[in-house]
């Protein structure tokens, strides 16, 4: 049987279309899905009780990666010259080399907190606990 005929069969006779993985950060068991839920109703019942002030005392991160460069577009680097003049040159840069990852920690009132993790370090469970109790507690006492 030919690929037309294959594929003829499968989306008119069967009415199937090919739909590709569409990536996430991971994925979930049931029970963690379901404890999810259930702490999601927890602040839901106290921010009924609460409302502002409950809200007022949620912190929340975000890691993030900033480049220590603006990367141009091949298009945005154009520019217009005579015809016999030679292409202009740009240096091409390492994106990997130029970054660094921030923990920005904030509330509803905005930034409490950015943090440049060291270059080498890696955020785990230890150095989360260490920013939290080190940086984090002082940063939330002096706001």
């Known amino acids: 049987m030919s690929r037309t005929s294959v594929f003829r069969v499968l989306t008119n006779k069967l009415n199937k279309k090919k739909k590709f993985s569409k990536w996430v950060p991971h994925l979930l068991t049931d029970e963690q899905k379901e404890s999810r839920a259930n702490f999601s109703r927890k602040f839901l019942r106290r921010f009924q ?3 502002n002030d409950f809200l007022g005392r949620i912190i929340t991160v ?8 603006d990367p141009e577009t091949k298009r945005q680097s154009a520019e217009w010259r005579d015809f016999d003049e030679p292409r202009p040159e ?3 840069h390492k994106q990997g080399a130029l970054k660094v990852t ?5 509330d509803m009132n905005g930034v409490i907190l950015r943090w440049p993790v ?3 370090t890696t955020i785990n ?3 989360y606990k260490k920013v939290l109790y080190d940086t984090l507690r002082s940063a ?3 706001k």
């Open 140 to 142: 939330i006492r002096k």
């Open 125 to 127: 469970a230890q150095n």
């Open 90 to 92: 740009k240096v091409r």
């Open 62 to 69: 975000d890691e993030t990666w900033v480049y220590s460069w």
């Open 118 to 120: 060291p270059i080498g």
């Open 102 to 106: 921030h923990m920005i920690f904030f």
């Open 49 to 51: 009780t609460e409302q």
